[in-house]
């Protein structure tokens, strides 16, 4: 979704405010814009398209001031349009603002302004602050008193950026509900809507919290909800820039997909030792609390929400506990049956998505204990819920998620065994199942070393319209996260179904060279899942069978075999490189995909 970076200090803004576009590309965009103060007026340069369109038309020279703003805007209020990208000003050009979420009763604002005699140039509903600070100006003169006024006038989401020649060497920053972090480098301070964009120049950040400000100039005041200053502490955030570089690797997506053995590896450190109970840093459950639950639910949205179905799959064959798994944006709105003897889990790589965010609240109003897992520190997610557990598998900046779900599964597998540990007490089983967890990056790096088989077979299915991905059970969970793989970077249109349920009607759609990728990991349900494909198979269907068992088929992928629990960690490495080379053999941007953004910070 829409990307955000400001920055105040002693170097040319226009560098840092590019670079840190380029960087945030991965969010998924239509328009970008930059704002730079110059000799006590604002320049606004944006266009429609890819940053690579605003930089042509740029004139670097002409921009040499040390504070500006700059915005890559995914259109929700009003086509993508140069008109609609941000920044957006008011008519007096005193406000320059640059704004991520959705300003909810911009309408209403908007008809007020415009009988006050106030002009609007675009449809989106982030131009109504810079015409509402304009309008307040008017009235006392006095900038920060507008800001909030204004402020206090907007419903819904924001992380906004104004800048003013009125007070030239100043960013003024609000956040609600939409991500901003602030960072102090050596030659100034900047602010962005993402890490990964300013991570070059420090590793110290501060997080404001929704309703609190910022006042930027050489130095940052900090100011709660009522405007009244206070202090805020900085926290250091480990990254090394090579977690953000490609690393010679052609896109993010092949560069996480290889980096996914590490990934687990992190998420695992220090939760999953042998022999020892699991363990995570901040929280504890007791034993009595796990004995009064009657349900836990998983909630969250696309691949997030298919680790989640893992986690239900791990957790009912341990815990013998009803899970429920959820999309957030259903549960939210549905009044689910949620009490205090309820566990809700919420997982979300970002920790950002408005949906998850929404539901994560709504079962803390209904009185549920919420755990969040989510990759992000800090993000909005770990602020809402009770307890946090990190998934540290490194930033992903792929819109694909790969290492993502892997560390997503390898977290919520290392949940549901601390959860019997906690009730049960550690006994042979779970013991073993760390032990193959503790296993599983050096099985992973033997799938990764196939990549051209799975690239040769990636070219036969470049011109298929529709692909079936079959399984029962956990199979099935890794079916559907393979096929939304393939249809968000290959844009070829594919489905997951539970392979007993094909002949309920989907198996109307068999035809001579259909392709079929079946899964087959658990030895106990081989056989039923094989007679489906053999269903599909005599109707002349195209089978790709991946398996740990042994089983003579034409195509067949072979995986390492491993409890049925963590078989979509191996599993998916080969769909997920499918989903890539069939992206790459069509000559897509697999990174950013059409449509999509990396965070869906609207509902
Ligand atoms: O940041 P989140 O984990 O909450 O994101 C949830 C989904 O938007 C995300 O997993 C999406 O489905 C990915 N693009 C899938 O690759």
């Known amino acids: 979704m829409c990307g955000i970076v400001g920055y105040v200090g002693k170097k040319r803004a226009i560098d840092k405010l590019v670079l840190g576009l380029k960087t945030l590309e991965y969010r998924g965009y239509d328009s970008a814009g930059v704002a730079v103060m110059q000799d006590n007026h604002v320049i606004v340069v944006k266009d429609k398209g890819r940053i690579n369109n605003l930089e042509a038309i740029l004139d670097y020279d002409a921009l040499n001031g040390n504070v500006g703003i700059a915005h890559t805007r995914w259109a929700t209020h009003g086509i993508p349009s140069l008109k609609n990208a941000h920044p957006h000003e008011d008519q007096n050009k005193h406000f320059t603002v640059v704004h991520n979420g959705i300003i909810e009763n911009y309408m209403e604002l908007k008809d007020f302004l415009i009988k006050e005699g106030f002009k609007f140039e675009s449809q989106t509903d982030t131009e109504v602050i810079p015409v509402l600070m304009e309008y307040y100006y008017q009235k006392d003169k006095d900038v920060v008193k507008a800001f909030k006024h204004t402020l206090d006038d907007l419903k819904g989401s924001y992380a906004i950026l104004v800048i003013t020649p009125l007070i030239s060497n100043t960013i003024l920053v609000a956040k609600k509900n939409s991500p901003l972090v602030i960072g102090e480098g050596s030659d100034g301070i900047y602010i962005a809507s993402d890490i990964p964009a300013i991570i070059k120049y420090t590793k110290d950040f501060y997080f404001l919290s929704d309703g609190e400000k910022a006042i930027i100039d050489d130095k940052i005041r900090f100011y709660d909800e009522h405007f009244e200053e206070i202090k805020k502490q900085s926290k250091t955030i480990n990254w090394e820039m090579d977690a953000i570089d490609k690393n010679g690797f052609k896109d993010y997506m092949l560069k996480e997909i290889y980096e996914q053995p590490a990934s687990l590896k992190n998420t695992l450190n220090g939760i999953i030792v042998n022999n020892k109970p699991v363990q995570f840093v901040g929280f504890s459950l007791n034993k009595k609390y796990l004995e009064s639950l009657k349900q836990i639910y998983i909630v ?112 919520i597998v290392a949940f549901a065994i601390y959860l019997c540990d906690t009730l049960f007490g550690s006994n042979k089983d779970t013991n073993y199942l760390k032990e193959e967890l503790l296993h599983l990056p050096d099985l992973m790096e033997e799938v990764i070393k196939n990549e051209d088989n799975y690239h040769e077979l990636a070219k036969k299915m470049i011109n298929v319209h529709d692909l079936f991905y079959i399984g029962r059970g956990c199979d099935y969970y890794i079916a559907m996260e393979g096929s939304l793989k393939l249809k968000e970077i290959s844009y070829i249109h594919s489905e997951a179904y539970p392979a007993g349920e ?67 960690i191996l599993a998916i490495i080969p769909l997920q490189f499918i989903a890539y080379y069939v992206a790459k053999e069509k000559d897509l941007d697999v990174d950013k995909p059409r449509n999509l953004a990396k965070s869906v910070t609207v509902e």
């Not at 009185?367 to 992903?396: C, L, M, Q, W």
């Not at 494909?533 to 740990?548: D, F, H, M, P, W």
């Open 300 to 411: 969250a949205c696309g691949t997030a929400m298919h680790a989640g179905l893992v986690g239900k799959y791990a957790m009912e064959k341990m815990l013998r506990i009803p899970v429920n798994v959820e999309v957030a944006s259903e549960f939210r709105y549905r009044d689910p049956i949620v009490d205090k003897n309820t566990l809700c889990i919420f997982i979300s790589q970002s920790g950002e998505t408005a949906d998850t965010i929404a539901a994560l609240k709504l079962a803390k109003e209904k009185g549920a204990k919420t755990i969040a897992i989510s990759n992000v520190f800090e993000s909005s997610i770990t602020r809402e819920a009770d307890h946090t557990i990190y998934t540290h598998a490194g930033p992903e900046i792929a819109v694909a998620s790969t290492k993502a779900y892997i560390s997503q599964v390898g977290i």
């Open 502 to 568: 094909l002949k309920h009607g989907p198996i109307a759609l068999i035809d001579k060279g259909t392709f079929v990728l079946g899964i087959i990991t658990d030895s106990k349900i081989a056989d039923k899942t094989l007679s489906n494909l053999e269903e599909v198979k005599s109707r002349g269907a195209n089978i790709v069978l991946i398996t740990n068992q042994n089983i003579r088929e034409e195509q067949v992928i072979s995986i390492p075999d491993i409890n049925p629990i963590l078989s979509p």
